[in-house]
């Protein structure tokens, strides 16, 4: 959501942009807190780090 305004701004002035955005909070589940939101943050930290690499250079090879 916070993307939003950027990515329209960037659609009007025809700027390229490219987002990689990673949710870290869990509507579906009953109980979500902040333990559960550290938890998921930590997860999605460690497959960020290990996936952006190969993500970059996918993105590259397209532009």
Do not use: G
Request: hydrophobic share 45%.
């Amino acid at each position: 959501m916070e993307l939003a305004a950027i990515a329209h701004v960037c659609t009007r002035m025809l700027t390229p942009l490219v987002s990689i955005k990673l949710v870290s909070d869990h509507i579906t589940l009953p109980n979500s807190n902040q333990e559960q939101f550290n938890k998921n943050l930590s997860l999605i930290d460690k497959w960020f780090n290990e996936h952006l690499p190969s993500i970059i250079e996918a993105i590259l090879e397209i532009y």
